[in-house]
């Protein structure tokens, strides 16, 4: 059973930084891949970053590209988000997702687990 264990987020002010940790069981994580979507108050889930592996290519959503980081770290099973420069339009709930199938930003289905939530609330 493929799990994923979230971590991270909290509040911040705009322009600040926050990183979130994404560790997952159950699935060969060198084949993986994992990422993030995230859900405001009234706003459809989004897709904000994927990243696939063996490779290690990232994906963003246009509007995180150039201020977040995926990455992962093979040995500890974990992926995080690095997200700088934040602004008030990145408050959400974020979901680590993980799944043994292609990347994507769009799909939900792509994914076997998804994480519990993490709050980002960015303070302008």
């Known amino acids: 059973q493929v799990q994923v264990a979230e971590s991270g987020g909290g509040l911040a002010q705009a322009g600040g930084s926050l990183r979130l940790s994404c560790t997952t069981s159950g699935l060969s994580f060198e084949d993986a891949c994992l990422g993030w979507f995230r859900q405001a108050p009234g706003k459809e889930r989004e897709g904000v970053a994927v990243i696939q592996n063996p490779r290690g290519s990232t994906y963003y959503a246009n509007s995180v590209r150039g201020r977040f980081t995926i990455s992962r770290d093979n040995a500890k099973n974990t992926a995080y988000l690095q997200m700088n420069n934040l602004k008030p339009e990145d408050t959400a709930m974020y979901y680590c997702?993980?799944?043994?199938?292609?990347?994507?930003?769009?799909?939900?289905?792509?994914?076997?687990?998804w994480g519990q939530g993490s709050q980002v609330i960015v303070s302008s």
């Open positions: 997702v993980a799944g043994i199938r292609l990347c994507s930003l769009y799909y939900e289905d792509r994914y076997q687990a």
